[in-house]
Structures are given as structure tokens and as C-alpha cells.
């Protein structure tokens, strides 16, 4: 069993890098990939952890970007080579969108009678502050009974403070993935809301520009999605992956490799295929 898809508290997850390599022996997994938003810190911070309990261990990360209209995430495997210089150069400009973006939320819970600050918020995270960091914040100080009852009235797109990130486009985001020779594979398709017949014309495109995997085997997928995504993939000519989506007590229903229910379990073979694209 392999995790392609996991977050660290240097992002919006609440294992540390140890913790999270631990967690990986502990339930057997044979290859782990950190995929936090926006940081490589938490890969970095993990890599001699991996080494010490024997975790195959690699390296990954989600950005968000825009595709015609809808918010689409992307994850990027660095199987051939680490990351350029260039690319983590091109994570930093994406972090500073994201600061951007905080404290303008935070302008706009303060106009909307919420007084928090930058600092309070900061104070629940480490490298890259994601609005889960809020909806703790929020909870924390009673302006929300639950995480999901922050983000329904503060921080969902179309709730009240909701503030747009600039994001990039996913043109430039697959371009500085293949530039730094990664591997660019779409994660949970399933969240999109898009009718089969768009998914697929969307993921099309996608690949001519260079997709080259669907993250099939996702936490949120019924196991009829998980078989659907599979057979775009392989129509399509691009690699399976699948990945739990694991972000710790936040998302306290995932576990590490066999997401809800025990339902995951992605095989290792399909790591070998991702390793023999051209
Ligand atoms: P950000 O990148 O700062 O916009 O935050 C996005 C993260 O917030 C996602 O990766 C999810 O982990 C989390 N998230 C987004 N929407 C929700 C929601 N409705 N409920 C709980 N968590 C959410
Ligand atoms: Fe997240
Ligand atoms: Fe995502
Ligand atoms: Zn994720």
C-alpha cells in the first residue's frame, strides 16, 4: 500500500514530518509522498525521518491554479530529479499570493464584526497559512461552533469574508512542473462540478498540456468514481494514482493510506508506472 497524497503542519495538516513518517510505518505504508499546499518544508523537515524508519519517501506538492473559471488543484512529483531552484522560487511567489490573501481576510473579518489578527491566526500554523488555520482560529474564539460552521459562514467561496486568491493559471502551473521535470497529476477529480461529459473534454485538454496522471484512488471517491477514474485514465493514456488526502485531526475521518472506511489501499504497482512515463 502506497500514500501519494498527504499534508503536514507545515501546511494545513496537524502531523509533524516525524509524526508523519512514523505514522507511515506504523500502518505499513511502502511509499509516502508529502504533497503540502504551497511548501516543500515540511518534505524537507521529513527526509531524514524517512531514511531512520526505513520510508520510501517522496517528494510532491499541491498548488491550486485557475481553469477556465473553476479553482483546480494540481499535485507535482519530483520522482526524477528534486526541485529546481527555479520551481521552489516560483513556491515562494505562491506563498506571497497567499499572505496576500490572509491578510485581506483578516481586513474582512474585522469589518464583518470578527476580531482576529494575522498574529492569532500565524500563532495555529507554521510555513504556509491555509484557511483551516482560520476556521481553528474561528472556532477557538467562539465565532463558529464547528470548523464546518466557520467555513459555511466566514470562509467557503460565496460565504461572507470569502476572499479570491490570485492563483495561476493551470497552463502556467503545469509549465513550471514539466520545466522542473515533475510529474503533473490532477487530485480528486471527483470534487469538480462538472458534468461527465465537461470532465472529460476538461481532462483532454489537460493532457495536451502535459497531465500525465488522475489521482483515481482519492478518500472522497465512492468506489464507483474511484473505477470511473480509472478508465479515463486508461483511455486517456496517463497513469493512475491515489492518494488519502491525509491532513491529521482537521480531518479526523481520513487515515493515513486506507482514507474512510478502509476503502483505499492503492497498490505500489501503480508507483511503478508513474516511474516509467516518458
Ligand atoms: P486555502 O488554500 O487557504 O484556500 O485553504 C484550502 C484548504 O481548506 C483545503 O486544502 C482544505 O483542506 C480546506 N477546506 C476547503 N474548504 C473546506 C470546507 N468547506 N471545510 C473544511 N475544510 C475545507
Ligand atoms: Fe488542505
Ligand atoms: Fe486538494
Ligand atoms: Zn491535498
Redesign the pocket.
Known sequence: MIDLHT?TDE??GTFSPKELIEEARRVGLQALAITD??TFAGYDLAVPHAERCGVELICGI?V?TKYSGHSI?LLAYFLRRVPSHEFRKWITSLQTS?QR??EALVQKLCSRGVPITLEDVKASGRK????????SVLVERGYAIS??DA??RY??EGASCFVA?EEPTFDEAIGQIRTSDALAVLPHPGRLNVTQEQMETMVREMCDLGLVGIEAYHSDHSRAQMEYYSSMSRKCGIAITGGS?F?GA??PDIALGTGIGGNLNTPYALLDELRQLR
Open positions: 499534508h501546511s494545513d499546499h504551497d499541491e491550486s488543484h497567499r490573501r490572509n504556509v497559512i491555509a484557511r483551516p488555520h482560520f476556521a470548523r464546518e467555513f459555511e470562509l467557503d486568491r488526502d491532513h482537521t480531518k
